[in-house]
């Protein structure tokens, strides 16, 4: 993509942040979006929700207030199965009520295989924007949604994943990452991504070259939904991890007692995955807490470094 250069562009493409941020005045900047993909579910209804609360994330992530959607369908109305397409569409629409916005159209094409997604405008203060690029020397990770959904969705295609670990990792997914922006936000952070197609590592990479800084992660400390230990081991990983982690090789190090399953999970591309905030030191600890009392898992699993940016180190 050719870069442009705008004063009013808080946030463009050359940090590969969740989000772009356009300066419309002194008070408010728009966050703009996109996401759409392929069903990850066969509950038609629960596809739209989680659908939608992946779209909303990157409003979330970049610290601001989701306003206003609009549908993006690919669908084969000429098989007539209208009533599948309708239940997509409420499950859509539900989230984005829960989330306080407003859904004000869409576009649809025929396709053989169904797409759902949202774009997505938010709000935010100008000097409030959260980006991936404010991670500093000594700030704590916190990661609020627990990894595995690329791997438990993979066992579920071929009829493997246990109904516990299935049923969480859909409520996980649906899950709006609403209260834990709120939570980083009351806490001053700078610095956040959500964690999506190119699971943990590949997008605490990014945090770690646009901050320029490198990272430091604790695989123990990381939360995992049940069961997704086993299902790695059987080796039920999604086409995208392997690809994340060919990327990632020459950034990332694993000290030698990080289990290889463990490693493909920090690979496993997450849909609708939690925020990875990197909090100052001095607040992480009220803010695990406010996270905990507004009911979101987060966890501390890792720091942030100064040595060789751009770079990632993975401890036991
Ligand atoms: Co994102
Ligand atoms: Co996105
Ligand atoms: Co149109």
Known sequence: MPLVSNENVIVGIETSDDA???????????IQTVDFF??????????GSI???????????????????MNIVCYPTKDGDL?????????????VAEAGAVILGGHSVEDREPKYGLAVTGIVAPDQVIT????????VLILTKPLGTGIIATASKADLAPPESFE???????????????????????????????????????????SGVSLVIFASAIPLLPGVLDLAAQGLIPAGA??????LCDKVSFDQDVPLVLQD????????????????????????????????????????????????????
């Open 20 to 30: 772009g941020v356009y300066r419309l005045n002194e008070s408010t900047a728009l």
């Open 132 to 139: 991936n690029r404010a991670a500093r020397p000594g700030d």
């Open 38 to 47: 392929t069903p990850i579910v066969d509950d038609p209804y629960l596809f």
């Open 242 to 247: 392997h690809a994340n982690r060919n990327y």
């Open 168 to 210: 969480t990792a859909v409520r996980t997914m649906a899950t709006l990452n609403a209260a834990a922006s709120l939570a980083m936000r009351r806490a001053g952070v700078q610095a956040c991504t959500d964690i999506t197609g190119f699971g943990l590592l590949g997008h605490a990479y990014e945090m770690a070259a646009a």
């Open 265 to 316: 999970v920090m690979f496993d591309p997450q849909t609708s995955g939690g925020l990875l905030i990197a909090a100052p030191k001095d607040r992480a600890a009220s803010l695990l807490e406010d996270l905990h009392a507004a009911g979101v898992a987060g966890a501390q699993i890792g720091e942030v470094t100064a040595a060789d940016p751009g770079t990632i180190r993975v401890v036991r």
């Open 51 to 69: 659908a939608a609360a992946n779209a909303l994330s990157d409003i979330y992530a970049m610290g601001g207030k989701p306003l206003v959607a």
């Open 83 to 95: 009533e599948t397409l309708r239940q997509i569409l409420h499950g859509g629409a539900a989230k």
